[in-house]
């Protein structure tokens, strides 16, 4: 570009004479020229640096341009000066440092766009007049203070630079470019496009240093994770080589009386959803961290005394319940559990009397047969209507109430009414305030005062006199006769299957079996001392690991364990339950476990999704009708009183209309239960079990109607309102005559 400038020799070298010679030369540098004005107009106009003003406000701001005479005995052009840009634009990038992974975001925010870095590193020229000076240092001294002016897409002019006299006015008409101003035009424009290359040669720089900088700082990530992928396969292989020397816990050892004293060391991770697979260390967690229900491992434990070392708690993914909370720092009770079990075994046998097979008359008539009820508030309507079917179906069977002080008081009118004309009842208190819950139940058919006791929720109706089932010789053969669940390992919600960790805590092989479900056991006392001594010690024994880690749930499947654990023989029904509920719009909505006896009658109708509530009366504030002030009484508009409650009064449902019967020709594999929730037609927010469709494959749909017990519903739902209207009308009455048994 400088060697274009140097060219023009002098005024008088006019571009006509030259053209003459090379005509196309001269055309291409006079299209040059033209595009270098069109391309840094589009500069000035579209770069988002510049600052947006008219046309007329930019051409008034400009100065006068004095055209200088080049004389002609310059050879070539004065060096420009190169003055900085203003104070107030940006300052030029730093140097790109080393690249690391700390400033590879800094690195990044390089922006994309190459007139970004105009600003920065462009110059503005300075055209020295060689007339006015004879030498370099003269022409030092001489120069006259430059009025800055950036080279900015906001300071480039609209058009070309005209000739203006000394003495021109705003007013006079712009003269056409003579050679001395088309000559500082193209000195400007070669500076403004070098300016522009210089720019563009710094962004490339930039961009390749910052594409240097991410491939480095790439690269160095890349290391590390190579690295740490060497780094766990080095502690995998020293974890699979410590897993080694962790011990299995015996059967044996279990079995011993001699407790040992263990200490937590952690929970140790493994992979392929197997206790005993290779080891995840990098999953690992403390003794005080909660594990996830879905992961794989063991619990390890250090003997205090023998520095040995155990794997115990063994899970897989799914053998925890998802809402369970497994920490180890309680494993170490978990080993000694199974010991203490067997030494409550062992006392139990010493203490038990023995027990003929075969009872002598007068031992026959000494044995006492009753059933055995836990009642609370809420449970009241449905007791005294299970109370009242039994006695209805003639039943003269003796019943035993337990009820807790703290939560119900003795004198109610309900627990009255139910011993004075529904008896012989003999109310029995529980005084006890660590039993709680379920533990209730186990404490009321140890404690009876009956040899051969049925025990049965309160919300459980049997369809007829229960007596018989006392008779049965799978009762009369074994004392003890249980009844199934809805679930089997096969398909389960209480994850009792093969990989339960229930195994393991009470030592027990895997037994491939219906779940138990305990709204009702017929058990002989005198033949199952040492289980109902072992049932006991599963509930109250601390800490309750079974509850706690949601091991089982509740009591239902305790007695079965305790009896298998204890070598006991037990008979357990071997007819899968039904379910009862209604149909509206052709959807089955289960709402109560019915339950056979040993020859495949129905006996009993758990409503345990739907208790019986009776009349149920709703009191909530009647709105008003007319705003008053503060402090004002409300009335309507008849005058009486607009504050009066709304009275509201409900009875129970119908929920028996239908039945849902597994076919004998299906088997356990087919029978699955679903929990749903009802549709639209069903009461808001109503939850159901069963199958949805009456028609589903492997059950029978059998109408209510066309039972035996087609009316029981009706008379449950009467026997419910009963009982809340005798709690309506009546307080509290002190009981006369017999008191209340005490444990």
């Not at 186990?442 to 051969?452: M, P, Q, V």
């Not at 009762?475 to 009792?496: C, E, M, V």
């Not at 071997?574 to 719009?585: K, T």
């Not at 009484?633 to 009875?651: F, L, M, P, T, Y």
Request: overall charge negative; glycine content about 4%; charged content about 25%.
């Amino acid at each position: 570009m400088l060697a274009t400038h140097a060219s023009y020799r002098s005024p008088s070298d006019s571009p006509h004479r030259r053209s003459s010679g090379t005509p196309l030369a001269s055309r291409l540098r006079f299209l040059l020229v033209v595009c270098a004005v069109l391309y840094v107009l589009g500069l000035w106009m579209w770069s988002p640096s510049s600052t947006p003003r008219t046309m007329k406000t930019m051409r008034a701001a400009e100065p006068p341009v004095v055209e200088h005479k080049v004389p002609s005995d310059v050879i070539e052009v004065v060096q420009p000066i190169l003055v900085d840009a203003q104070a107030d634009r940006r300052p030029e990038p730093a140097p790109m440092a080393i690249p690391t992974p700390s400033t590879v975001e800094n690195v990044e925010r390089i922006p994309d766009d190459p007139l970004d870095f105009i600003p920065e590193v462009t110059k503005v020229a300075v055209v020295t007049n060689p007339a006015d000076v004879s030498t370099p240092e003269a022409a030092a001294q001489a120069r006259p203070e430059p009025e800055v002016t950036p080279i900015a897409s906001s300071a480039i002019p609209a058009a070309p630079i005209a000739s203006v006299s000394p003495t021109s006015t705003p007013e006079s008409t712009t003269a056409l470019p003579t050679p001395s101003s088309t000559a500082s035009l193209l000195l400007s424009l070669d500076e403004a496009t070098l300016n522009m290359m210089t720019a563009r040669a710094r962004y490339r720089e930039l961009q390749m240093k910052r594409l240097e900088a991410i491939q480095a700082v790439h690269a160095v990530k890349r290391e590390i994770e190579r690295i740490k992928e060497q780094m766990q396969v080095h502690a995998k292989v020293i974890a699979d080589d410590d897993a080694k020397s962790v011990l299995h816990l015996s059967s044996d050892y279990k079995r011993q009386s001699h407790q040992r004293r263990f200490r937590c060391l952690g929970w140790r991770a493994t992979e392929g959803c197997d206790p005993n697979g290779k080891r995840q260390p990098e999953l690992d967690r403390s003794c005080l961290q909660i594990v996830p229900a879905e992961r794989s491992g063991y619990c390890e434990i250090e003997d205090r005394d023998t520095g040995e070392r155990f794997r115990v708690m063994k899970i897989s993914c799914d053998t925890m319940r998802w809402d369970s909370r497994l920490r180890c720092f309680e494993a170490y009770d978990f080993p000694n559990f199974a010991i203490q079990s067997v030494e409550v075994v062992k006392n139990a046998t010493l203490a038990a009397p023995p027990t003929p097979e075969v009872l002598e008359p007068a031992a026959v008539e000494k044995s006492k047969r009753g059933i055995a009820i836990v009642v609370y508030p809420k449970l009241l309507p449905s007791a005294y209507a299970t109370l009242r079917t039994l006695r209805r179906q003639n039943c003269t069977l003796p019943v035993e109430l337990w009820f807790k002080p703290d939560e119900l008081d003795e004198n109610d009118v309900i627990l009255q009414t139910m011993r004075r004309t529904l008896g012989p009842v003999t109310l029995r208190s529980i005084d006890d305030g660590k039993i709680r819950g379920f533990m209730t139940k186990i404490h009321a058919i140890h404690e009876s005062t009956f040899d051969d006791v049925l025990f049965l929720d309160a919300d459980n109706v049997p369809v007829k006199d229960p007596t018989y089932l006392f008779d049965l010789p799978e009762y009369q053969r074994t004392g003890a006769l249980f009844w199934p669940d809805f679930w089997h390992p096969n398909h389960t919600i209480f994850n009792i299957h093969e990989r339960s960790l229930v195994w393991e805590y009470l030592d027990l092989d895997v037994v491939d079996m219906f779940e138990q479900e305990s709204g009702q056991l017929l058990i002989n006392r005198q033949k199952s001392t040492i289980p109902m001594a072992l049932t006991k010690f599963y509930a109250f024994h601390r800490p309750n690991l079974l509850e706690k880690f949601k091991i089982v749930h509740g009591d239902k499947d305790l007695f079965r364990f305790a009896w298998i654990k204890s070598n006991v023989s037990y008979s357990m029904v071997q007819y899968a339950p039904a379910i009862a509920g209604n149909l509206i719009n052709d959807m089955f909505c289960g709402q109560t476990m019915v339950q056979h006896d040993p020859r495949g009658d129905i006996i009993f109708l758990h409503r345990n999704a739907k208790k019986l509530e009776g009349r149920k009366i709703t009191k909530h504030p009647k709105p008003s009708k007319t705003p008053t002030l503060p402090g004002m009484k409300q009335v309507d508009e008849d005058g009486e009183d607009d504050a009066k409650e709304i009275v509201e009064e409900s009875v129970d449902p119908v929920i028996w209309t239908h039945l849902l019967q597994l076919k004998p020709t299906s088997t356990r594999q087919d029978y699955t239960i679903e929990i749903f929730k009802a549709s639209d037609a069903f009461p808001k927010g109503q939850w159901c079990y069963g199958k949805p469709s009456p028609a589903a494959p492997h059950f029978n749909t059998f109408r209510f109607a066309d039972l035996a017990f087609r009316d029981i519903e009706n008379e449950i739902r009467a026997y419910a309102i009963e009982a809340t209207d005798l709690a309506a009308s009546h307080a509290p009455v002190p009981a006369p005559g017999a008191g209340v048994l005490t444990t």
